[in-house]
């Protein structure tokens, strides 16, 4: 096979890939020689079967070519910036780079970082799947039976908002326009939450703090943005750009807040208003036995001192992504550092409450918060010719508002009662459209899910009970079989004399 055959079914493997999106190797290069330049067409049925027609048939024969091509050279896939070593075993390495450009392969990245991007502190899943792998562990969702969980409520309605009953620019409306995404997914994945035995918490936001504006005020600009590229891709009927644009412009309006709050609190679920940060007021409640665990994809909940923290419990996509727990403490243990270092390390990450120093990166902020120990050594060590500070950095009110947040713990004792049934008809079936026999059969899941999560967790059943009678009455008894004994014996030794 000449090397004209071989250059051409990689590029034709390659347009194939990203025809039909099975692979990504966008990073990847197939530069032709000048010697051996040749028309792509003639060379591809040169060497193809004649009954390659289709072509699905020709990506699978551009990927048999590539493989060939990948043992021939000893190219490994798994190895980035690697010079292939030659074009035979002890042959000379002829292939310089005027012939082949290094071939790089995207690796897959850790199943944490793979599902969609954390948000509120830049990088730090997969910061700590490198460097405090033990602090994160998979669960089933049905492990979090009888447990009493908080649940971010705007992050939540956020994601129903996006997924839920969308396709490009359409969403679930009412008989009046308004939209019922976030209703939609509430009400289902509520459900299922009290199906599996798990008790949620529903936190809603309270007033952002001030410090909050900048990147409020970023993320309207983000949306106008994206609202005007979205009406240029319409005009286009570029449908790819559509949904990915339409996405971008969602926003949590009160309007939704307010709609989930009525919604479930007609389900029996309990409903508390932060003052501030939902996120916040979660980890309060977690750090004083109030709830079991966080739900968020707020990656501040850590930040915040929550114990526990999880992630993908509130996924309302259709595959079933395992719940990735983190536990804070054994963050602190492999980091090697302290509750103060790792707020520290998260606002030089990037944080939603200030601007980070460009030029570092989550592995770069960890080096340098355990070599100095806080952002006010290395500001005096860093390098300002290398490093950008931006101009009066609030990162010491920034902290104040992770070390001392505005959250509140009198807060009504939390109950999960009977669903209202009439009030839920009436809600969802004649006010937003939703059909009766499914929401009747949904009320009806929900009476029963209550009474299976009434149960509660079985090691409650075997908590160990102090008792101070039991040894008591077990050494008396003790006592008389003693006693006993000895008259038998007294007894039968006079009847012996």
């Known amino acids: 096979m000449s090397h004209s055959t071989v250059f051409s079914h990689l590029w034709n493997c390659r347009s194939a890939y990203h025809r039909q999106n099975r692979l990504d190797i966008a990073a990847a290069s197939f530069p ?37 091509w990948w043992r021939w050279t000893g190219v490994s896939p798994r190895r980035e910036n690697t010079q292939p070593t030659g074009w035979s075993k002890g042959g000379k390495n002829r292939n310089s780079s005027r012939f082949l450009a290094p071939l790089r392969l995207r690796r897959r990245p850790p199943r944490a970082a793979a599902v969609g991007d954390e948000m509120g ?58 939209v019922t995404s976030h209703l939609q997914g509430m009400f289902n994945r509520t459900i299922r939450l009290l199906e599996a035995g798990i008790k949620p918490v529903y936190v809603f936001d309270g007033k952002p703090p001030d410090l909050k504006k900048q990147e409020l005020a970023k993320r309207y600009s983000k949306r106008e943005d994206a609202t005007k590229e979205l009406t240029e891709a319409v005009e286009e009927g570029d449908k790819d750009a559509i949904e990915k644009l339409s996405k971008r412009t969602v926003k949590v309006t ?86 103060d270092q790792f707020i520290d390390l998260c606002i030089l990450c990037g944080c939603d409450y200030c601007d980070s120093i460009k030029g570092i990166g989550g592995q770069t902020a960890l080096k340098l918060i355990r070599q100095h120990g806080s952002i006010e050594s290395i500001l005096e060590n860093l390098n300002k010719d290398r490093y950008q ?98 008259n038998k014996k007294t007894k039968a030794g006079g009847k012996k004399k």
């Open 121 to 178: 502190i830049k990088g730090l899943t997969k910061l700590l799947a490198d460097n405090a792998p033990k602090a994160m562990k998979e669960q089933k969702f049905e492990s979090y039976f009888g447990r009493k969980i908080a649940v971010d409520a705007s992050m939540s309605i956020y994601q129903f908002l996006i997924v839920v009953g969308r396709t490009g620019m359409e969403t679930l409306t009412n008989e009046a326009g308004e």
């Open 32 to 68: 032709l020689p000048s010697s051996s330049r040749c028309s792509l067409q003639s060379a591809t049925r040169a060497a193809s079967p004649p009954a390659l027609k289709s072509e699905t048939r020709g990506f699978k024969m551009g990927l048999r070519v590539w493989l060939l």
């Open 254 to 339: 009160r309007q939704h807040n307010d709609d989930c709050k009525k919604l479930l609190r007609l389900m029996g679920v309990p409903v508390v208003e932060a003052p501030c940060e939902a996120e916040a007021e979660c980890a309060a409640l977690c750090t004083n036995d109030k709830v079991y665990a966080v739900a968020s994809e707020d990656m501040d909940s850590l930040t915040f001192g929550a114990p526990r923290f999880l992630r993908h419990l509130m996924d309302p996509s259709s595959k079933k992504i395992p719940v990735m727990e983190f536990d804070v403490a054994k963050v602190l243990e492999e980091l090697e550092l302290t509750m």
């Open 389 to 486: 500070i931006p101009e009066d950095w609030p990162y010491q009110e920034a902290r104040r508002l992770f070390k001392e947040p505005d959250v509140t713990l009198d807060i009504p004792e939390l109950k999960w009662t009977a669903p209202d049934e009439e009030g839920l008809i009436s809600f969802l079936v004649k006010d937003n459209g939703f059909n009766e026999d499914r929401v009747t059969k949904a009320i009806e899941k929900i009476k029963s899910a209550k009474n299976k999560s009434s149960q509660g967790r079985l090691e409650s059943f075997f908590k160990p009970v102090v008792s101070t009678s039991a040894p008591l009455k077990r050494k008396e008894t003790s006592e008389k079989t003693t006693k006993a004994a000895a």
